[in-house]
């Protein structure tokens, strides 16, 4: 039985351990702020930051830099994602200001369709001197209630550099 306790304990730390995920400044020059993904989410690395899924691909979520430089180019590449996506957003979002590791946010809840029904889309804003993150998540309500725990674990990560 002790073995039994000690191995669950030992799985649960190596569940927690940060090897077993990755910190990701954003942006990688020059960053803002730091934000931690589970190995487990297959992070990878896009055009203008990095995205991940969760294990079996329920929820995806994706962090990218904005500046005036790159505002219009992430803007027409998220659209083309959604497009791609077969996503369609309702309008009216709910629109929540946040604090985040010490960084102001502004969150667009978007409830919207995809060719699976009805899905949601978060858009969080994070700002930061004269740029933003942009994190997207997107999954159905009853996804992101399963994942609910890893996603804040994930967004309570977030911390600003200086």
Not at 108 to 135: C, H, R, S, W
Request: with cysteine; proline share 6%; glycine share 4%.
């Amino acid at each position: 039985m002790l073995v039994r306790c000690l191995a669950f304990a030992l799985s649960l730390l190596l569940l927690n351990h940060p090897a077993l995920a990755k910190n990701l400044a954003f942006p990688e020059k020059n960053p803002i702020g730091t934000i931690v993904l589970p190995d487990s989410w297959k992070p990878r690395e896009i055009e203008f930051g990095w995205e991940a899924k969760s294990p079996n691909d329920d929820i995806y979520l994706s962090i990218e830099m904005i500046n005036d430089k790159l505002i219009n180019k992430v803007a027409n590449s998220n659209d083309a994602w959604m497009k791609d996506n077969k996503i369609q957003l309702k309008p009216n979002p709910i629109v929540e200001d946040l604090m985040l590791g010490g960084l102001f946010a502004k969150a667009f809840k978007y409830q919207a369709t995809d060719e699976n029904g009805p899905t949601v889309i978060y858009q969080v804003f994070v700002m930061a001197g004269k740029g933003a993150a942009l994190i997207t998540i997107w999954g159905s309500e009853e996804e992101q209630k399963t994942r609910e725990k890893e996603l804040n674990t994930i967004m309570n990560s977030i911390k600003a550099i200086n």
